[in-house]
């Protein structure tokens, strides 16, 4: 089975071909918009859905060339078909819908979490159920995954997501976009114990997480000592390291509870997963192997390139959804919120974003 898979929910444009035979991944190409937006200071929307526009017919061409596959080889098309910018979403789902119409194939709306929560089922064949970390630029939560489609979210952040709490702070230090690999960079010649930065919500009960604090506790220091262009190399060293130190014990500590509620409702479960672009981060992903190692448990990372938005997750995803005979009718509408867990409770302190 070989499915096309196509990601344009972020400024990232992607298309991936996947098999369920090993090895998995025929193609897997992703075209970062990074200096299309580089000169508006963040992510435009409109910019990033012309952009998508623009590339995406030759990326799906080159993916298919790569992987050596026509579209009589194909045996589904999948694309993200929500959370995220809806004129980038709008990009995908039209051109996966085109396809499977003219080829008679399934189409398949993916969740764009549910790709990264089941990037580790394409690399390491994790069996449900399992714990997951989902840390990324919009999104913080600890789920169980129970199986394909089902999910049960223990805690999501009351403000901000890891990633933007790293895409804030690298601001504020004068490190450019996207602010999570350039404060890795930075941290590993700092000192982590040099500011000692808040770990929000530590010691409280629950599973949700807080990072608008931290955030505001690295502005207050930067302005105090003049601004990031008044910061000596080693201050933006230290402060990185210490503001890395602090995110990864937040995410730790929360994900301890989750661990505890893991194993009270499914005994059975016996992996500990991490994915999202944050997951990319090697202080993190050392940090949680050491937890679920005193916990006993397996601790599962895909390779950062599969952290970080890409296709090869979406048709993965795909896959999966079709064998599970969950393949999409044409009428769906890409769908700017998507919640992996619609029933789950509202975090503690919801409402309160900084
Ligand atoms: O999953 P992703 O590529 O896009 C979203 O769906 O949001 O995640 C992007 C986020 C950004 O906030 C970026 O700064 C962060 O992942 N990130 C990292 C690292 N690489 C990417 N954060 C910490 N350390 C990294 N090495
Ligand atoms: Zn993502």
């Known amino acids: 089975m070989q499915i096309l898979g196509i990601e344009t929910s972020c400024d990232e444009t992607a298309a991936a071909v996947v098999a369920d035979q090993s090895p998995r991944i025929h193609a897997s190409l992703v075209l970062s918009q990074l200096a299309e937006h580089q000169r508006f200071g963040g992510i435009v929307p409109e910019v990033a859905a012309r952009a998508h526009l623009a590339h995406l017919d030759r990326l799906v061409s080159r993916a298919l060339a790569e992987a ?9 098309v999948a694309a993200t078909g929500g959370p995220g910018l809806i004129g980038g979403v ?33 690399t390491d064949d994790v069996p449900f159920p399992f714990l997951l970390l989902l840390v990324s630029g919009g999104h913080c939560q600890l789920l169980i995954v129970e199986g394909v489609g089902r999910y049960r979210r223990l ?6 997501a890891a990633g933007e709490c790293f895409d804030k702070g690298a601001k504020l230090l004068g490190l450019g976009f996207p602010g999570g690999p350039a404060i890795e960079t930075a941290a590993a010649a700092g000192d982590p114990r040099r500011y000692p930065l808040p770990r929000p919500l530590k010691g409280r009960p629950g599973c949700d997480f807080s990072f608008s604090g931290l955030k505001t506790a690295v ?3 930067v302005a105090a000592r003049g601004g990031p262009t008044a910061l000596a190399a080693g201050d933006v060293a230290d402060l990185a390291a210490s503001l890395q130190a ?24 016996a992996h500990l997963v991490v994915a999202g672009g944050v997951a990319a981060n090697r202080a993190l992903r050392a940090a949680l192997s050491e937890l679920a190692a005193q916990h006993g448990l397996g601790f599962v990372a895909p390779p950062p390139a599969l952290c970080t938005d890409n296709a090869a997750m979406i048709a993965w995803a795909g896959l999966e959804r079709l064998k599970a005979g969950l393949a999409d009718g044409l009428e769906f509408a890409p769908r700017p919120r998507w919640p992996l867990d619609p029933k789950a409770p509202k975090a503690v302190g919801a409402g309160v974003k900084a």
Do not use: C, Y
């Open 68 to 76: 050596g596959a026509g579209w009589a080889d194909l045996d589904g």
């Open 90 to 122: 709008m990009v995908g789902v039209m051109l996966a819908k085109a396809v499977a119409l003219a080829r008679g194939l399934p189409f398949l709306a993916v969740n764009h979490l549910e790709g990264h929560a089941l990037t580790a089922r394409l």
């Open 155 to 160: 805690g999501t952040t009351v403000d901000d």
């Open 219 to 221: 502005r207050e220091i």
């Open 246 to 269: 602090a995110i990864r014990d937040s995410l730790v500590e929360r994900t301890r509870h989750a661990i505890r509620s893991f194993r009270g409702s499914h005994p059975a479960g």
